[in-house]
């Protein structure tokens, strides 16, 4: 069975500039969230999404968002680059709304704004 | 109300030895409690998970112990290996909550031959 799959591995963007990381969950799982992994700070909710639909988000400005396709594949856009946006971004999936509750993390992409 | 604090920040154990890791949550509706493992470049792989309805679950070396009253739990490896280097995450949820996971800090530890 394929794990939770994130693209691109890296991505390095000039402050200003919008950056978008996608994200596939194992198949059958319906939930997507996206974490943030800044250095020393541990893993920060970004979103979550389930069934196409934003369920919860975290404390971020609204220049980071997304959004979840029909297949459940998920986006995160992040608008107006800023430097402190420099971090890991996790994606999980997980089979929500069928009585399980484990997280399946994919492998992340490093953003770097430079 | 929704943090999760964990200690140590960093560990240093031998080959063979005990390591320990400890959290303590302050939300009494989380239901649900995951360890995580991550190595460098890698995302956090799910190591063990409890519910409050238990206090203990071992799952081969690793044994988590739960303590709802203190809301405390902790992660025990046994027979550490220079393998289990690694950062350790705690977490909790709500599975209410759509099981998005309030995590530790982390804990980076390194089991030395």
């Known amino acids: 069975e394929a794990g939770v799959t994130q693209s691109p591995t890296h991505l390095i963007k000039t402050r200003g500039q919008q950056a978008t990381l996608r994200c596939s969950p194992i198949s059958g799982h319906t939930s997507v969230y996206w974490y943030q992994q800044a250095l020393g700070l541990g893993l920060q909710f970004l979103l979550w999404y389930d069934e196409g639909e934003e369920r919860n988000r975290g404390n971020f400005p609204p220049r980071f968002s997304g959004r979840q396709f029909p297949n459940y594949s998920s986006e995160l856009n992040v608008n107006a680059l800023e430097l402190e946006d420099s971090a890991l971004y996790l994606c999980?999936?997980?089979?929500?709304?069928?009585?399980?509750?484990?997280?399946?993390f994919g492998q992340g992409t490093r953003l770097t704004v430079v | 109300q929704q943090q999760v604090k964990q200690s140590p920040q960093s560990l240093i154990v031998q080959k063979g030895g005990i390591s320990i890791i400890n959290c303590a949550y302050e939300n009494t509706a989380f239901d649900y409690f995951p360890w995580y493992q991550q190595f460098p470049g890698k995302g956090p792989a799910l190591l063990i998970a409890?519910?409050?309805?238990?206090s203990e679950k071992k799952e081969g070396r690793f044994t988590i112990s739960f303590n709802k009253s203190a809301k405390q739990f902790s992660l025990h490896i046994m027979d550490s290996q220079p393998g289990d280097s690694a950062t350790y995450f705690c977490?909790?949820?709500?599975?209410?909550?759509?099981?998005?996971?309030?995590f530790g800090t982390g804990t980076q530890l390194k089991v030395e031959l």
């Open positions: 977490a909790a949820s709500l599975t209410g909550g759509g099981n998005k996971l309030t």
């Open positions: 409890i519910r409050p309805d238990v």
């Open positions: 999980a999936s997980s089979p929500y709304g069928q009585g399980r509750t484990e997280a399946f």
